[in-house]
């Protein structure tokens, strides 16, 4: 599956295919999907099992369900505020999605559905949609002010509020290219790095020997793809409590 | 409650000692640093404001029907609109203005 004759077949691995036989054919459910399951399942047992006993001094589990929560109420009260508490269960759902989602994908034979632009454009989409809903919601009118700098001067007016506009709308689209494409390039290093070494490993001796530095550089990707697990589902989580920072405080 | 206060304050000061504790974070800051992550994020976000640009502009023009004139006009706005971007990257607007 690696290297099919000569040819790297580097995104083959995207693909996707209906799972669940005859009905999931039928709906289109894919292991894409199947993994977003078990992703929402496994963050819903890690918080339901690591609650469950309310240790004071917590177990393994607990300690993780906490850290998790503990880390997550933090960011969005020190980027949002007071307010942030009441996104918090919106934050944490959205983060803890993302991290499970891009961690699954480093099982071997997971799939990684945040390497889809389709399903971390629809999350942007629903922050995008959020903040412009929160701003509209707590500021009315007053919101739209957002894209005007006070005391500007009417004439660059003209120029700095469709700039402004502009700059509003990429967020989805910086928000969702960010996540996307660090998922898919590094997913794509592993996979070119490994047919390296199936490639040099079957041509005899000398191969063999050669195939030991694309296996090194492998081992040394996949603890950086852990390292950019952590480090995009963050990222979009902290954007998404600056963004809602800017939804409530306007500037 | 006392020595618990007293535990707790000694708990945070020996964390801060070994850099456990988050530092103190300007607003928007926290953001992960990093050739690699700046570099990346300046690209993605030059390009998806131009991107958007783009689309408004060639929209615009096929609703209207004004030639080629808005979709320049806006790739021009949309590439300012890309430089807002990476200059709130590293300028986050943030408290009183």
Redesign the interface.
Known sequence: MAAEGKAIDALSQFALTPVLGKVGASVGFTQSNAHMLIAVGLVTALMMWGTARRAVVPGRLQALAEAAYEFVHEMATGQIGEEGKRFFPFLFSLFMFILFGNLLGMLPYAFTFTSHIAVTFTLAAIVFVLITAVGLAIHGWHWFSYFKPEGLNPALAVLVVPIEIISYLSRPISLSVRLFANMVAGHVMLKVFASFVVMLGTAGVLGVLGAAAPLAINVALVGFEFLVAFLQAYVFAILTSIYLHDAVHLH | MADRDDFDRRLQEARARQGLE?AP?G??G???GGAW?IG??VG??L???L???LA?GWALDRWLGTGPWLLML?VV??V???V??VY?VFM??SG??
Do not use: C, D, Q
Request: aromatic content about 6%; proline content about 9%.
């Open positions: 988050a974070k607003r928007g926290g953001l992960p992550g990346f994020r993605v976000e390009v998806s404001a991107a958007v640009g408004i806006f706005l949309g300012a609109a890309g807002l971007n709130r986050p607007r009183p203005r």
